[in-house]
Nanobody, 124 residues
Framework: QVQLVESGGGLVQAGGSLRLSCAAS????????MGWFRQAPGNEREFVSA????????LYADSVKGRFTISRDNAKNTVYLQMNSLKLEDTAVYYC?????????????????WGQGTQVTVSS
């Protein structure tokens, strides 16, 4: 069983930055793509970013492209999401997820393990 634990969320002013971390248990981390998703109140959970198993491939939602950067450290079983130039509309619970595949993807159905989420609130 894989456990994913997110950290780094919090309250930040618009234009500020946060770095989310997700620590994963289990031996499969280094051979699985990882992703970040988010869910704002009243909205469906949506894709934010994903990275393939060896960091060669990344994907971003159009809404975060150029502002967010995903990365991973396989030696530490950890994936990161650096969020810069935060906007009010980035407010959401952010979830880390582990894919069943090597390659990055945007579909939630590809991700088999999910963290409990970390709240990110952007204020004006």
């Amino acid at each position: 069983q894989v456990q994913l634990v997110e950290s780094g969320g919090g309250l930040v002013q618009a234009g500020g930055s946060l770095r989310l971390s997700c620590a994963a248990s289990g031996r499969a981390f280094s051979i699985r793509a990882m992703g970040w998703f988010r869910q704002a109140p009243g909205n469906e959970r949506e894709f934010v970013s994903a990275i393939n198993y060896n960091s060669v491939g990344t994907l971003y939602a159009d809404s975060v492209k150029g502002r967010f950067t995903i990365s991973r450290d396989n030696a530490k079983n950890t994936v990161y999401l650096q969020m810069n130039s935060l906007k009010l509309e980035d407010t959401a619970v952010y979830y880390c997820a582990q894919s069943a595949y090597y390659s990055e993807s945007t579909g939630q159905e590809d991700f088999t393990y999910w963290g409990q989420g970390t709240q990110v609130t952007v204020s004006s």
